[in-house]
């Protein structure tokens, strides 16, 4: 298995209303991460979780809020977004051999009514 | 000054042809280099490492010029599906595992 597999594949929501995203990796990987990425732009590292635990947060807003429960699966917790949140949200893991090898999944597409 | 730079093209390459682009990083302390590949509306994906000595991979060569701070990415024989934003991509050893991605090249490849 060498996918990294994302749900849902598009989301609608509200400001007011909560919501989760969903990623999954069987590949052993022990890093994870979460990108932001708006149209005809490049992938905006969010959080990056290392061994379950939170290594990185790019000062991203705490109306995102990243969970790992464990070493296969990343959540992102969405709360009282904004418009401006719209985008794709990509996770991402790799293996503690290549860190810099990062496997993708197809995102979400996110938008915020 | 952005860290890692690019021209975004884009660049239309007839069916068949070489088309080669850099990548220009401001960082001296940058350690590791890649190619990744996004195609419309789909994730990034690895295209390939960027070694020192330069290293090929099929009808792909990517270069590392240290002293200019720049890598490059050739491709030979350019085939429809080559058709794709290029990211360049930079790490920093204390960044951690963060990757810097430049804003990507465009490039058509055209019948």
């Known amino acids: 298995d060498t996918e990294v597999t994302q749900t849902p594949k598009h989301l609608v929501m509200g400001m007011t209303n909560k919501k989760s995203l969903k990623c999954e990796q069987h590949?052993?990987?022990?890093?994870m991460y979460w990108y932001k990425q708006k149209a005809k732009k490049p992938p905006e590292l969010m959080f990056v979780?290392?061994?379950?635990?939170?290594?990185i947060n790019e000062s991203v807003p705490s109306r995102f809020s990243p969970e790992c429960p464990n070493s296969s699966l990343l959540n992102l917790h969405l709360h009282a977004l904004q418009p401006e949140d719209s985008a794709l949200y990509l996770c991402?893991?790799?293996?503690?051999?290549?860190?810099?090898?990062?496997?993708f999944g197809p995102g979400t597409r996110l938008t915020v009514t | 000054r952005k860290e890692v730079e690019q021209d975004p093209g884009p660049f239309n390459v007839p069916e068949g042809a070489t088309v080669a682009f850099n990548c220009t990083y401001s960082?001296?302390?940058?350690?590791?280099f890649f190619w990744y590949r996004q195609d419309c509306r789909k994730e990034p994906k690895l295209l390939m490492s960027?070694?020192?000595s330069g290293n090929e991979d099929g009808r792909f060569t990517a270069q590392l010029n240290r002293a200019s701070q720049y890598i490059s990415l050739l491709i030979r024989d350019s085939k429809l599906s080559d058709s794709a934003t290029y990211l360049c991509?930079?790490?920093?050893?204390?960044?951690?595992?963060?990757?810097?991605f430049g804003g990507g090249t465009r490039v058509l490849v055209k019948p």
């Open positions: 960082n001296s302390a940058s350690q590791s």
């Open positions: 590949m052993g990987h022990r890093a």
């Open positions: 991402a893991s790799s293996p503690p051999s290549a860190p810099y090898e990062q496997y």
């Open positions: 979780y290392s061994y379950e635990k939170l290594s």
């Open positions: 991509v930079v790490t920093v050893k204390a960044a951690g595992n963060k990757l810097t």
């Open positions: 960027v070694y020192s």
